[in-house]
């Protein structure tokens, strides 16, 4: 159809997006605007680079500059669109030179008075930021948030010097950070309001042996704990919290996910209750010919049916690609999501899909529930691990409805296998009865999986 | 009940039943008999105690002869039983003292003459062997046939003193055999009829980085070559082929697992066309009161409903434990198999669900078809190794019906789900969509599952 497409934000989003705009419409004109200096790099990656398990930030580089030029996608770097004015169809950019980075969205931003570009269809793919805390003190230096990699790289040599770190916040990029931090060698606290770390996500019993392998890294754990203020004069010198003071050099901020909805919410386009721009299965807005994607969208449960916001990379991109594909005219839909999840947490992986005990108990939906500790190859092989498996399923049809794990090894296909068993109706009696690779170097005789789900079943006495 | 049960086989099949008699039939009256000197070990382990990779053969031993007493099961060892007598229900013990081992079929087995002894409830779990070749030369000493632990002691000494091995059969044993006979530093051979590795169940694309990686590790390979004798005077000496003879000092014989269905046949049970002994879903044989499981009983293939015999310990052992439970007055159900299957091949993991490419265009089964090269990790995460996927579905349904794959991690969990997905009926949709956790550790941005089931829409134009 060779329209005129415009992409705000430079990241997975906005690059699915875009990819996908050029698929199908290859001799679209195509403008991409991001405020940063980069495009296509994995920000995910900047925890392990700080962490010394990746040796450079130069290798999360995705793709060199060329590579878009040759894609025919024009990618304006530095250039924040200050503005989108649904009713002329057009984006208007910030002047130049009026960019402010890694404020937490504390900062004014500037908003249009510069360049105006027309476009036929819109992609709004503008992010997120982590939240500012609320509390004195977030205008000293020394404050980090993580996300944009050339601040990163200036922070790595901040931390070069530095001695004391503290994480505020035990949310998923907070125990990558502190995980990091301590590989890194650096005095290490972490201060969360909450009884355990990722509370809001994982159950108790899941992360216990991640804090115990982070007591043997030698972190500082200060749960049911609040930050009350940031204390120095020019930079940080240390948090004050509700258990006292903790003296550090450094504090990275590791709060929620805020979506970056100021261009959308000033344009008019509808804004849900989590924060994020409303769409429909499409990604399409409420206003024709517009769309949004990644983390300044939200999107459905698959099964509580609230809507969800901040979710991760692979999310973003598969929405900014179902976004581009429909403003180029396609017609693809974008389901309902289960979110497996996982990660690297002290010397531990965990994981798991939809929701756990605690979330559902919190949200007071009824479940059954199995567990079981089983091993990822045969007992007697090198390097074999332990894993433990969750599962929760609703208690008449017992089809599964959430998960979670702990353990050494095999952590993320098992989520992505329980995300599509929750989202196809899978139900314990399957797993119970699924088979199972066993091969001493690779898998065991039994599943864990497998042995959760019977145990479940045994429980309700019908096994 | 507390009746009298007799399990004849001491293998996966064997135990898994009787500790499901018990659990159900605690003062059952349970009689194991067993021709070997051990039960409750993992053969499949031996390869690798070989190749050097698990430092000792005792670290595969399950559990101590006391496990079994404490739990009321009276297994006997180095007893083989000679006949069964359907209708006197009893079964009859050979004479002691008659026993040969590893014979691969080759020698007469004693029958009966020995105590009798009565069952109410008989599981017949007498596993396979493999085939001896059908060849001269096979009354030569220095031929290994891999299965018993106390055996494969021995032979590890003579393995000590070997400069070559001939690995007759790139069979899934041969494979392991192959790659740890490289590993312990062995000058080895394969020799086997068909063009490639594993011909009858992999497909060539996923085993050729196998062979490249063999040909790294020294290993010399005979395609497409028959063994058409064993040489030697006495002692083996060396392989005649179809292209020539291959010196050796050993030849580990790697032919098709046999059902050992002598004594199940003899005594009146139906036996099927792969040699295996029929039963119900319930692992009932024809005879009431007696059950079969593991691999002397033949399975329905979930898609095809054709038989299959010689699978896994893991199908071995949940097969037992059905036979077990029903015996016991349970009435549970072994559903068809989907058969994941999965294995460490050189410096590669390879494994699959259902069938691949060749065996389905051998069967004349109709199917679409996806590939994709993917990753196990972020592209610039230590350790990560690539993944590549083949999923085959049906035309219209578009139903997943089998999947091929290599790589260097997340093989078993990844053939779990999709033998999961074939038996639910998920389709190239389903798994187009699917979401995927995203952690640079432990997961790309992208799933190569996923991205092969788009590439398979994309292909037919529907995507």
Redesign the interface.
């Known amino acids: 159809m060779a329209g005129r497409y415009v992409v705000v934000g430079g990241g997975?989003a906005g690059i699915g997006a875009a990819g996908a705009i050029k698929g199908l419409d290859p001799e679209a004109s195509l403008q991409v605007f991001t405020e940063y200096e980069d495009a296509a790099y994995?920000p995910?990656?900047i925890p392990?680079v700080h962490g010394r398990?990746?040796d450079s930030f130069e290798?999360?580089f995705?793709q060199g500059k060329e590579f878009y030029e040759e894609q025919g996608i024009d990618i304006h770097y530095e250039t924040r669109v200050g503005r989108i004015d649904l009713g002329a169809r057009e984006v208007e950019l910030a002047p130049s030179g009026e960019t402010p980075f890694d404020t937490g969205g504390r900062a004014e931003l500037p908003a249009g008075g510069g360049e105006r570009v027309p476009f036929d269809r819109l992609v709004v793919a503008t992010g997120f930021d982590y939240e500012a805390p609320d509390i004195p003190g977030t205008d000293l230096e020394g404050q980090y948030y993580v996300k944009n990699i050339r601040r990163a790289m200036e922070w790595d040599k901040v931390l070069d010097d530095a001695r004391s770190v503290v994480v505020l916040g035990a949310s998923p990029l907070g125990l990558e950070m502190i995980t990091s931090m301590a590989h890194r060698g650096l005095e290490t606290h972490v201060v969360d309001p909450h009884p355990w770390a990722l509370a809001e996500a994982a159950d108790p019993d899941i992360v216990e042996p991640v804090q115990e392998s982070w007591a043997e890294m030698g972190v500082q754990m200060h749960f049911n704990t609040k930050a009350e203020a940031l204390l120095g004069e020019g930079t940080v010198r240390a948090v004050q919290t509700s258990d006292g003071e903790i003296a550090c050099d450094v504090v990275v901020i590791c709060t929620h996910k805020r979506p970056n909805n100021r261009l959308a919410g000033e344009a008019g386009l509808k804004i849900g209750s989590t924060g994020g721009i409303v769409v429909d299965e499409g990604m399409r807005t409420t206003t024709e010919g517009v769309f949004a994607a990644g983390d300044v969208a939200e999107i459905p449960h698959g099964l509580t049916k609230l809507p969800l916001q901040g979710l991760?990379?692979?999310?973003a991109?598969?929405q900014g690609k179902i976004a581009g594909a429909n403003a180029a005219g396609g017609d693809r839909a974008?389901?309902p999501?289960?979110?497996?999840?996982?990660?690297?947490a002290g010397k531990w992986?965990i994981?798991g899909v939809s929701f756990g005990e605690s979330t559902a108990s919190a949200l007071g939906i009824p479940f059954v529930m199995g567990v079981a500790q089983g091993i990822s190859r045969?007992?007697?092989?090198?390097d074999m691990k332990p894993i433990k498996v969750k599962l929760l399923a609703e208690p008449d049809s017992l089809r599964l409805i959430g998960a979670q794990m702990v353990g050494g090894?095999?952590?993320?296909?098992?989520?992505?296998?329980l995300?599509?068993?929750a989202?196809?109706g899978?139900t314990l009696g399957?797993?119970a009865?699924?088979?199972?690779?066993?091969?001493?170097?690779?898998?065991a005789?039994?599943?864990p999986?497998s042995a959760a789900a019977q145990n479940a079943l045994s429980e309700q006495g019908l096994l």
Chains 1, 2 share one sequence.
């Open positions: 997975a994995s995910c990656g392990y398990e990746i290798r999360l995705l991760s990379g692979s999310h991109y598969a974008y389901r999501v289960y979110v497996p999840w996982g990660m690297v992986m994981g045969a007992r007697y092989y090198p090894e095999g952590i993320k296909e098992r989520a992505d296998f995300a599509m068993a989202r196809t899978i399957d797993l009865t699924m088979e199972n690779v066993y091969s001493p170097p690779i898998g005789l039994g599943e999986i």
